[in-house]
C-alpha cells in the first residue's frame, strides 16, 4: 500500500489506516477475539496507521493496540490516541497536569514510553487558541511522553486556528462525500503548512456503503441510535452530521457513481485517499472482510474527473445546505 508522511511528524504511514473505535465501545459489541483478527488482517494487507483513544471502552481500544504492537515489534506501526475526553468540556480543564495523567493511563495501555501520536480529543474552541495548553504539549514534548501531538475537530475553523500553530504536527477531521467543506480552505492550509490530515468518519457511520434502507435498524448500544439527535457528542459524528433517510437516498446515487471493481464502501475510502493533501483515512471495521476491503481501497486506481464530480454535484443536490455552514 502506498504510504505517505504524516505531517510535521515525518512518520510514514499507510494511506489507508484502521480507526479503532469500534473495537472499544459504541457500535456494538466486538468480542477481543474478532478485535484482534482485525488488527492482523489490517496489517498483513499493508494498514500501517491505528487511531485510538483513552476513551474507547475506557482504555480497551488502546489496550488492545497495545497488546499488537507488542506482537509485531518490527511491523512500522505507528499508534495515534487521544485525550481530553475524560472530563467536563471546558477550557480549564485543559491542563498540563491532566496532560501528563492522561497520557501516563495511555502509556500504560499501550506499553509505550513514548507516544507515537496525541491528539487533543475534540476539545471546546478556545483551546485552540490556548498559548498555555500548546505550551502543555510542547512539555510533553520535551519530557518524552509523545513525540509529536495533533488535534481532532468538529469544525473547520478550529482545524485553521490548529494549523497555524507551528507545532501541530496533524488534524483530524470529518470528511466524506456527504460532507465536503474540509476541501475549500483546511486541506490547502494543512499542505501549505506541512501539517498532516487524517480524515475520520469516511463512510458516514456506514451510510456510504450504501447498504442501508430507511427501515435499517442498530442496536441499543450503538450511536447510530442512541446519537442521531446529538444527545451523547457531536450530531456530526454520527452519520457524519445528515438526515438519516437523506443519507440512504444519496447513497444509492453515489453507488451508480462506482466503478466496476469496487465496493461503494471502497470507493468512499478511495475518493478521500487520492484527495489532495489527505496523509490518511480512518474507515474503522468490525470484521475481517470489512478490513481487507478498507484496505484494499489504498490501491484503487484513479477514480477520474467524472467521479469526483458526481460527488460534488450529489452533495451540492442533497447536503450542501444543511451541513457546509454548520461544521
Not at 27 to 44: K, M
Not at 73 to 92: F, H, L, N, S, Y
Not at 121 to 138: E, N, Q, R
Request: hydrophobic letters at 40%.
Amino acid at each position: 500500500m502506498e504510504t505517505r508522511t504524516l505531517g510535521r511528524t515525518g512518520r510514514q504511514v499507510s494511506v489507508v489506516g484502521l480507526g479503532t473505535w469500534q473495537l472499544g465501545a459504541d457500535w456494538g459489541d466486538v468480542s477481543s477475539e474478532d478485535a484482534r483478527a482485525i488488527l492482523d488482517a489490517s496489517l498483513a494487507d499493508g494498514v500501517t496507521f491505528y487511531d485510538t483513544a483513552d476513551v474507547y471502552g475506557d482504555g480497551r481500544s488502546e489496550s488492545f493496540l497495545g497488546e499488537f504492537r507488542a506482537a509485531n515489534p518490527d511491523a512500522g506501526i505507528t499508534i495515534a490516541t487521544k485525550m481530553g475526553r475524560r472530563v467536563d468540556q471546558v477550557p480549564e480543564n485543559y491542563t498540563l497536569d491532566n496532560f501528563r495523567g492522561w497520557t501516563d493511563r495511555s502509556r500504560r495501555n499501550l506499553g509505550m514510553d513514548t507516544l507515537d501520536l496525541v491528539q487533543l480529543h475534540c476539545p471546546p474552541t478556545a483551546v485552540y487558541s490556548s498559548d498555555a495548553v500548546f505550551d502543555g504539549l510542547d512539555t510533553l514534548v520535551e519530557e518524552g511522553a509523545i513525540a509529536a501531538y495533533g488535534v481532532s475537530v468538529e469544525e473547520t475553523a478550529q482545524a485553521l486556528t490548529a494549523i497555524a500553530r507551528p507545532a501541530v504536527a496533524s488534524v483530524q477531521i470529518i470528511l466524506n462525500a456527504f460532507r465536503l467543506k474540509p476541501l475549500d480552505e483546511v486541506l490547502p492550509a494543512a499542505q501549505a503548512a506541512g501539517v498532516g490530515i487524517i480524515a475520520r468518519v469516511p463512510l458516514a457511520s456506514g451510510l456510504l456503503s450504501a447498504k442501508y434502507t430507511k427501515d435499517t435498524t442498530f442496536t441499543e448500544n450503538d450511536h447510530r441510535t442512541y446519537n442521531r439527535g446529538g444527545d451523547a457528542f457531536d450530531v456530526g459524528e454520527t452519520f457524519a452530521g445528515v438526515d438519516f433517510e437523506t443519507g440512504v437516498a444519496a447513497a444509492r446515487e453515489f453507488a451508480a457513481l462506482v466503478p466496476e471493481g469496487l465496493t461503494s464502501a471502497q470507493a468512499a475510502v478511495a475518493w478521500i485517499a487520492q484527495l489532495p493533501g489527505v496523509s490518511t483515512v480512518i474507515p474503522g471495521a468490525r470484521n475481517v472482510d470489512q478490513a481487507r476491503a478498507n484496505a484494499a481501497a489504498g490501491s484503487a486506481p484513479d477514480l477520474g474527473d467524472d467521479f469526483r464530480q458526481g460527488v460534488q454535484d450529489i452533495y451540492d443536490r442533497y447536503f450542501r445546505e444543511a451541513v457546509h455552514s454548520r461544521w
